[in-house]
């Protein structure tokens, strides 16, 4: 058999195994794991781990905010520090705007992409504005084309749905097969404790964190499993902060639902005393759900470990901090709640987890699993992404596990000012990255490959299916 390129002597992981084999590649494809194999072209991975490339199935790309922000990276700065740091998937999302059809939304935040994407990506859907006509024919047309995922939040005031509008989206989700992501925060204790607290004078970047405690992630986490259960439909909670949280989500897996859930680097590597640094750099810190106390990051080291979580994503939600569209959006010196939400994450995800694997806190298989694998499963890519098999596209990622690096944003490829994990020693690096079997980073460069990226049609996950016949009457849902 004839190959355009073979990877070498490397040993390939997976979410189920770790073995030494060579990978042969055609058109875009993994066709041949074998013993020995040759062609022309090789790459040597003597020494090196061959991953699947990641995906990170929560980024926020050219996202406009109704405040005058905008997150920092493009399509071309995002897929190239994406790369960067092993990731060969990307799942941003597009937002409807106002006087503009979902569809019209949706497809001119796809053509931003074009030329630009060096790596492959599909998108998600924002949800704020669930009408008849949405659910009943705007959304289907769109899910037949490959959105099969969106996100429906619980705060916010441009944003959030209540009970019953969360219920007509699950419902419609059940109906269609499609995966609905959460952001649960209770809307109404937010708003509460920020008036108390700008009452009180306490608007410093730190005062983010007592404005939105653990309770008010897990009363909105035990709420949003329940309006999920009633209909007996599954469902992911996106960036998952808090032990509280946490421990909801434990009690409705251990009970059999499919609940899905999903954490990020910042609650890992980051603490409210980051935001509780001299002047406004506290804001370089600003996320929601906010870091915890420190004590608070083993509490989601061991949900990782023990399987609450099943995808592990950057939430990149990158505000330049010196910027007037970035963190300094209502000025330099703003109260919290008018700080953009968010922090950048896109390259370093994957090397931050990954010295979890070096420092023995989670398994390689398990690292697999929550960066790759599972995304691929919960989001309809299976098949083609997030793992190493033929006849899956050669999106690869080459680790050095023994690279020992310092987290500078000097070295990194975002457009952002700043990272908040600057300083943090990790080991652990990726080397190389394919892409359907183009090489777009090379030791640890990336190569001009702007435009090579596509867009992803999501199939309906198999993940989104519901086990059961729900405790409402046949019929209604
Ligand atoms: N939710 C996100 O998913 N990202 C950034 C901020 C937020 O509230
Ligand atoms: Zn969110
Ligand atoms: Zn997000």
New binding site residues.
Partial sequence: MEFDLVVRGGTIATAADTYRADIGIRGGRIVAIADTLTAPRMIDADGLLVLPGGIDS?V?IEQPGTDGSMTADDFESGTRAAACGGTTTIMPFALQTAGQSLRESADAYRRRADGKALIDFAIHLIIADPTAQILGQDLPALIRDGYTSFKVYMT?DDLKLDDRQMLDVLAFARREGAMTMI?AENADCISWLTARLAAAGKSAPRFHCASRPGPVEREATHRAVSLAELLDVPMLL??VSGREAVDEIRRAQARGLRVYAETCPQYLFLAEDDLAVAGFRGAMAV??PPPRERGNQTAIWDALTTGVFQVFSS?H?PYRYEDSRGKMVAGPNAPFWKIP??VPGIETRMPLLFDGVSKGRITLQQFVALTATNPARIYGLSGRKGTVAIGADADLALWDPGRERVIRNADLHHDVDYTPYEGIAVKGWPVHVLSRGEIVVRDGQPQDRKGHGRFLRCDLPEAARPLGAGSLPAGLV
């Fill in positions: 929560h926020h916010y952001h996106v960036h996320c929601s939430d939600s939400n968010g």
